[in-house]
């Protein structure tokens, strides 16, 4: 796999282009975005009409597909990674070249929007808060998750998560980590009222998991060996954390 943050600057777009490969590897470098797609997803209702729409800002490579499968929606996902969004074509996802801070969609279009660890890459949070909102039809729903801006969030995701051989290095600028109180005022500001909950790996899962890494067990083929890590609620919102909201109108 390569280091995706020995040539590049960190939060470098290309990285993901250098790591296409690693997207639905499910004990890959992106493993920890399957169990966010799926806590996500989970917070999706059913379509509420025919043709409902959700869009998915930062699609990726359309992890989030498999867990939206028969609740109904078109799934139109965004992202500036063309190589990602081949793949997420081909996972079922319409696929949008374009930047979460100037979307290619007429406003009110969607039922919901997702934008699943994606603030925390992008260097104007709140244009991309701003778009989402602007998507959302009245009462359209909201669900995010990302990287609370705090010295806690700094040290698990960057300094630690960094050092062992699951994340790729580069991969997250901690100056752009989302304050969660202001990520919850610039939603109200666009009519969103935003609520919280810190979220993160359950251990049983997330140590396995560590465990076949080291091991080298994620070598392309099956995944065996213990159980798939879930995402779980926590009481803290220090490092990671998951919104939900409805716009009003």
Not at 40 to 62: E, I, N, T
Request: charged share 20%; glycine share 12%; with cysteine.
């Amino acid at each position: 796999m390569p280091d995706a943050g020995r040539t590049l600057p960190r939060n470098d777009p290309r990285q993901y282009d250098d790591l296409a490969g690693e997207w639905w590897r499910p004990d890959g470098a992106f493993a920890m975005l399957h169990w966010l797609a799926e806590a996500r997803a989970a917070l999706v209702p059913p379509a509420p009409r025919p043709g409902a729409l959700l869009v998915d800002l930062g699609c990726g490579a359309g992890l989030l597909a498999p867990h939206l499968a028969g609740k109904g929606y078109r799934h139109v996902g965004v992202d500036l990674t063309r190589s990602a969004l081949t793949q997420a074509a081909a996972h079922g996802v319409t696929a949008v070249n374009g930047d979460a801070t100037a979307v290619p969609l007429v406003d009110g279009c969607a039922d919901v929007v997702a934008a699943g660890e994606l603030l925390e890459h992008v260097p104007d949070w709140r244009r991309a808060v701003a778009e989402a909102c602007r998507l959302l039809r009245p009462g359209g729903l909201l669900v995010l998750d990302t990287l609370n801006d705090t010295v806690l969030s700094r040290l698990l995701a960057v300094r630690i998560a960094e050092r062992l051989p699951t994340v790729p290095k580069g991969i997250h600028d901690p100056r752009l980590f989302v304050d969660a109180r202001a990520l919850v005022a610039e939603c109200a500001r666009h009519g969103v009222g935003l609520r919280l909950r810190g979220i993160r790996p359950g251990v049983p899962g997330l140590l396995g998991w560590l465990a076949r890494r080291v091991r080298g067990a994620d070598r392309p083929g099956p995944t065996v060996g213990g159980p798939t890590p879930r995402i779980v609620p926590t009481w803290s919102t220090a490092v990671l954390y998951q919104g939900r909201g409805t716009r009003s109108g």
